[in-house]
DNA sequence: TCCAGTCCTCGTACGGTGTACGACGGCTGG
DNA sequence: CCAGCCGTCGTACACCGTACGAGGACTGGA
């Protein structure tokens, strides 16, 4: 369950995988049900789980026969990284392009908190079909505050790197929280409101940090999530450095959508090269 | 060399290191320096490098001493965290609080630059004295643009979470640049500035994708830096937002500028508990 | 002087990891 | 019938984190 894109898999192993499937038609290994079955894996129980020998057996087949499918495990973190970029893409982009922007951010965001592992991967570079998809979005509704493309880019930097930042600080502070025993269950109830962390007291009561000190007094919670603020001033940031931006709002841009079929029969292909072995 | 903060460490084990040092004044191990160790291997080597038994080996003794000193490899991490922290402390606060966080933004992202390690531990939620320390050098300028707890919070949290964001965003970027062989030299050079990845055509050319065939026609590079753009777009949103704190500079609000000393001493402080074994 | 106790070190061993190598069966085309 | 590929997989190796317990150095009290 929760896997980001769902589709049927064409078969075909290692070697152009473009041909039409032959008539035995079973669902066989590929790349693709890989990456899935290693999301399903790092979902329900975090991505240290993600070994390859557990990933063989939750498929039922043999360890090394991954190795036939995919050249590294590095491979295979590739493909859930391009697997998981697939699941956020929008369907619709809304016209206003605050609206856009937001929405953009936001399923990023929640896609994110369905996948923490997802930030655990994203140091890696690798430039995926459904990485330059989702670029492609975000470019859509920055060539309608800009024409600079240089500037673009700067705009789609500055949001995603924002739904970065704040993501990967609240999913650390609520894996504070959960210490242990990290199940499934990632953002079950409104977390608890009060600053947990036991022993904080003795720290922050040191007269070299008044500040906290006075923050801790307040009753104000250090992990209050809010990230609709700090996009907010983004926003209004941006705005303000693009007059007469708000207000034409040329209609509903003929969006990409790409065209659930599309997403889904193009994924397999094969990740950008990384190392040239 | 290269270690964040550099300080005569105090021996004595595992409890309580509060005590005047022993005659005997040797600097045998301690938490500090496994990670001051560890970080430097991670400087040198990559995060992969720091393995109990390497790191012990780079100490000159035995893999299993470490655990006298250490109850986990995530505490070495929490240190080594504790530790990067502590490297960017700034000993003077600029009067001007838009200076003061866009200086605090920047020693923070070249402390990520100089350790791109820490990106990876980041993940980590540990709230060492260093991390409050920092926290307390982002309140007291947060503190002369409101009055609000919460919207200081807001406001700090927005900041640092686009350092990290865009941090993390930069490195990988030129971890792809730099795919194998990443030793110790990071941001040598200004970088290459076309985008590199080879097959990177293949798949643009796409007609998925019109818009990014249009920017890379158009030469424009995906991984330009431009973090000072972002981070001025989102301190003018926090400025149109807290209308009247612009102009009146409150003279150099006395900075807590923890005197080197003091961040040196009790840096050995256990970190706060994580886990309840 | 002896002994008990604490501090610190460390060798060994166990179960886990990624993966190189080569063997093996089944299918297909000549 | 057979060569050759596709796909699978067992074994082995080096490395990892760390539980366990032995042992040495040094202390303070008897």
Redesign the pocket.
Known sequence: MAAPTELAVE?????RAGQASPPGCRP??SPQRLALAAIELADAEGLA??????L?ASL??????L???V????E?LDLMWNEFLGGHLLEEIPADWRAALTEIAQRTRQSYQRHPWALNVAVRPALGLNKLRHLEQYLAVASRITDDPDEQVRIIHSVSDLVVGCTLRELSGQAYRAPIKRTGHHGDGPAPPLEPQPGFDELVTAEELPRLQALRTAGCQLLAPRFEHALGWLLDGIEAAHPGVGQACPRAVGAPAPDPGLVGTAATTRMLPKKRA
Do not use: E, N, W
């Open positions: 078969p075909g192993g290692r070697h066989s290994l789980a993600v070994s390859m020998r557990r063989a039922g087949v043999g360890t090394m026969t190795y036939y499918h050249r590294d495990k590095d295979l």
